[in-house]
Structures are given as C-alpha cells and as structure tokens.
Nanobody, 115 residues
C-alpha cells in the first residue's frame, strides 16, 4: 500500500525558503524513483522534480531549476524538497509521489508565498 505524507509547508514571504519532507511508511523508498508535484489553486497538477532511487540523478521543471533541490535520506525513508528564493507563483499544495505516478500521492502540504 502506497502511503505518502508530505509536510513542512507554510506561509513564507517572497524570497524566503522552505524544506518540505515526505514520509513513506508503507514502502521502502530506496527501491524507487520519487517525485514532487504541485497543484496551484484552480490549476491542474504540475510535476516539479524527481530523484532516482539512490539520489544520484535529479531533474527539475524549468520554473524551479536553480532554486530547488530534491534529496532523500533512504535510511530515514524520507524524501525532501528544499525550495529557496520562493516566488508567489510557487504557491500550491505540494505532493510527493512514487515514481512519477500522480495517482500515488497522499497527503499534500500547502505552501503559500505572500507578503
């Protein structure tokens, strides 16, 4: 059973930073590529970033490239997304997924970037 729980969101001013976490109590993330998606109010889901199983290969969507870093601690079975220089357009609910399967998302975390 895929269980994913994102956390770490909140209200942050433009230019600020947040680190999102994703716990996966139902399976071992070390066997899977893991991804982050986001969904802004009134919009469809947007893929943000993916990390291969050992974290050695990462990719990002252009709007966050250079401002965000995906990482994982397989020993803690946790995925992370460090986001810096946040912009208002980063406001969204962020979800982690197994591989790039939107259907596997669980609880998301809301990031609001506003002054």
């Amino acid at each position: 059973d895929v269980q994913l729980q994102a956390s770490g969101g909140g209200l942050v001013q433009p230019g600020g930073s947040l680190r999102l976490s994703c716990a996966a109590p139902g399976f071992n993330i070390s066997s899977y590529t893991m991804s982050w998606f986001r969904q802004a109010p009134g919009k469809g889901p947007e893929w943000v970033s993916s990390s291969n199983a050992d974290g050695g290969s990462t990719i990002y969507t252009d709007p966050v490239k250079g401002r965000s870093t995906i990482s994982r601690d397989n020993a803690k079975n946790t995925l992370y997304l460090q986001m810096n220089s946040l912009k208002s357009e980063d406001t969204a609910v962020y979800y982690c997924t197994r591989q790039s399967n939107w259907g596997s998302r669980g609880q998301g975390t809301l990031v609001t970037v506003s002054s």
